[in-house]
Structures are given as C-alpha cells and as structure tokens.
C-alpha cells in the first residue's frame, strides 16, 4: 500500500476548500483517509492553509509521498527545511 499526501475536496459547489490528508495511493479522491494533517483555503484573500508540521514530518519519514500541489504548499509552511535548534 503506498500512501500518498494529497487535497480532499470540501465546501460547496463553485467554493471549494480543501483538507491535506494522507491516503492510499489507489483511493477515490474523496474516499478514505488515515489521516489529517490540515486545511487549505485557495478562495479566502491570500491563499490560507493551515499544516500539522510535527504530523506532516513524520508522515513523510514513514514514505508518503506528496502531490503536486501539496509539496509546495508544504514548501511554503517550510516543512521541508531543518527544524529549529533549541538554544541554549
């Protein structure tokens, strides 16, 4: 079963909004998801979306692949840079 992190379309008809989630490969665009990692809000002024890093991370440790899409959202929440030292 090879995961993948991709969009889960929500909202209404002409306004959509989405959900970042971690699903199986061979899955229905909106069928089942193992997991949820956030939001993502392409019509609000400016696009919104909000990501669970921590979760995102360790998803990615696992093998989950990202879309398109995602792997520049995530680029954006910086997910794919070091996580900060802790000073001392």
Known sequence: MSLKIRLRRMG???QPSYRIVVADSHAARDGNVVALLGHYNPRSKGPQFDVDLDKTRAWLKKGATPSETVASLLKKA???QAP???EA
Request: a positive charge; aromatic letters at 12%; proline letters at 11%.
């Open 12 to 14: 209404r008809k002409n």
């Open 78 to 80: 910086g997910c794919f």
């Open 84 to 86: 900060a030292a802790p």
